[in-house]
């Protein structure tokens, strides 16, 4: 069916066409999906929970305004999308669909019924078995080894931005949140200043140009957190922090490593490595012997 609208002027013509198209976004959403309770705030807008119409899928709709938002943050939300449209990996949160309105962009998520990495933890009292611990681990650098493979940096790697698939001791941990990442070209560098104090690499607190290596730091801060439930350079003072992520012993006498093994430890000193250069790459870190010794399903292929 057609219709024909007709104007007495070409300022409200385009005042409609606008007015309608905004609302295109929308109702294209509404179209395909069930949209439920909120979940979440986010940084530009509300999470909710949302089901497929035909498939019953549970998804997350991640909604991000528009308005009033810096440039600068307008191109953090287009460059989430473009790096998660790129991103089809079951260690990373996937984007099933994508709306758009003049007002606002909705991002339909994979749902994560787990919350975040830690507030699983959490949960647990900051203590995994070494075998779960190392199962995750395994998962997040498969994630991480898949985004460097595409000159992707994410640049934020934390236990925030870790989602669990369900709350359970077999949950599947999987990378979200990719408003800092990059790409950077095999012989390009990065050197905005970027991330999370306590997760962060030195050459970035350095102001050095930095490259895909800033994210094993990250993730052996993550693989240190996951083995003793504690960072490895942490102080409720943030220059303090940054001091001993230059600087800093990097420690394993607290009493919970007294119950992991050698290997553990000597995966996560290969990547707590202050020069970039000397830190294990994705891959080196997947054939570390720690690695490939895991029992279960998850030893790296
Ligand atoms: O507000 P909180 O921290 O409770 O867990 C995410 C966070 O919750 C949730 O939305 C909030 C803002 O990021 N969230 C984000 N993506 C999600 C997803 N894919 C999600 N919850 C479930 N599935």
Known sequence: MSRILYFKTKDDALSWTQAMSDSIGQANLYQYYNLEMTIGQGQFGQVKLATHKRTGLKVAVKIMGKKDIKPIETYQIKREI??????????????????????????????????????????????????RAREIIIQLTLAVQFLHTFGIVHRDIKLENVMMSDTTDRAVPKLADFGLAKMVGPSEKADEPFGTLGYAAPEVLRKEPYGPACDLWSLGCISYALLCGALPFDHESQRETARLTLQGKLSFEQPAWHFVSEGAKDFIKGLLVREPQNRLSADQALAHVWIKAASSQFAAQ
């Not at 089809?88 to 099933?96: G, S, T």
């Not at 709306?99 to 900051?126: H, P, T």
């Open 82 to 131: 473009e790096v998660m449209k790129m991103c089809k990996h079951p260690n990373i949160v996937r984007l099933e669909d994508l709306f758009e309105n003049a007002e606002c962009f909705f991002l339909v998520l994979e749902f994560m019924g787990g919350g975040d990495l830690f507030d699983y933890l959490k949960q647990r009292q900051f203590r995994l078995t070494e075998e």
